[in-house]
């Protein structure tokens, strides 16, 4: 088991590193466009809520590239893992044209439906229009990232993440107070230093592809099955997406006090969420590759410890966060009533972590297997069984810790449900093993 342990750790702690980086870079842009003053600062959160918003979607591009990278590792065929991660990349790419093509025309009239004024709207259009060309390297960034973790390398995007975190700051206070260009600098800045992150993960990958001579060009066979699971990963981010939506929905009906905590404890929760995604990108490629390699008792094992590390790590932040809950409030607020509330949601908070931590990785586990139509349908379940408890409950009683509890507790739960009957099982084993490698 302490090898297993010291696996999962050599891979979740450097993944924790590379997923911090994305906030990282949007906190350096929040501080510098902060000092051009609340238009530039009201524009950056429309653009950059449009714009997470996408990539959040886009995400599967390394879901579904890690587990098919991995499990040619596994099978002994390093040659075929680096080719699946191209066809990764290579999609990155087909998708990217389809964003830039679609998407451009309608980045105008997607700011105005914030209903900004017209100082704002003029920030957001030049922001995002700016980001949006930097979408392919972005996106380039992300599929080539899983081939890394395929590859059971995460080391290497967390030292390009820092570096580009780095070249971000540089860039940015060059281009904004430098040049004076504001936050079209900001802009520029922060998409040049993805496009020096995504040459970097390039040149690996190509030097990786001359290495164990893998092919450059696109097996679109290959391309067109990363988006058949892609396709699904997408469900399920959006079954996601829409439950944030209702819950912030329901909260900004119930005015601004109640509103306002529940964006702290949302706020929270996706924080440490980023150290449960650690765990599960650890599963997505230790399982891939023990399914590779055909090895049933290690894909038992390994899921057996990632889920003793999910809940052992959730129940240590649920007695933190409840433990804190009297004072963390005061770094986020001085509102005595906002406090008051959010002292209740994060006790509430704290009661759903536990779950939340086999959640997270049992979803990395599932991934690893390429059981992306499960997970898709589950989230979908999931978030209609939300719903159908968050409208009756706020009937009976409006309030934010209801909608908090609902979600919390609710969605999380039936999400708890639906991942646990399927890993008990050993369908999603079987499934996996007829699938072989694709």
Known sequence: MRTVDREILRLAVPALGALIAEPLFLLADTAMVGHLGPQSLGGLAI???????????????????????????G?????????????????????????????????????????????????AVSYLTISWWGLPAMLLVIAATGLMRGLQDTRTPLWVAGGGFGANIVLNAVFIYGLGWGIAGSALGTVLAQAGMAA???IIAFRAARRYGASLRPHWTGVWASA???????????????????????????????????????????????ALDALAIAGQALIALRLGARDVPGVRSITGRLMRWGLGFGCVCAVLIAAGSPWIP???TGDPEVAGLLTSL???????LPLAGVVFVLDGVLMGAEDARYLALAQVVSLAVYAALLWPAMQLWPHALTAWAAFALGFLGARGVTLLLRARGQGWIERALTLGIR
């Open 47 to 73: 653009a950059t809520t449009i714009l997470q918003t996408v990539l959040g979607l886009m995400i599967f591009l390394a879901y579904a590239t890690t587990p098919r990278v991995a499990k040619r590792m």
């Open 75 to 123: 099978a002994g065929d390093i040659r075929g893992a680096v080719s699946a991660g191209f066809d990764g990349m290579w999609l990155s790419l087909v998708v990217s044209a389809v964003l830039l093509v679609g998407g451009l025309p309608l980045l105008g009239p997607a700011v105005r439906a914030f209903g900004p004024t017209a100082e704002v709207e003029a920030a």
């Open 200 to 202: 970097v993960l390039v």
């Open 228 to 274: 058949a699971t892609s396709g699904w990963l997408l469900v399920r981010s959006a079954a996601l997406r829409a439950a944030l939506i209702l819950l912030i929905l329901e909260a900004t009906a119930l005015g601004t006090t109640q509103l306002a905590a529940v964006q702290v404890a949302q706020t929270l929760f996706f924080a440490l969420a980023l």
């Open 330 to 332: 005061r770094a986020f």
């Open 346 to 352: 994060l006790l509430v908070f704290a009661a759903s």
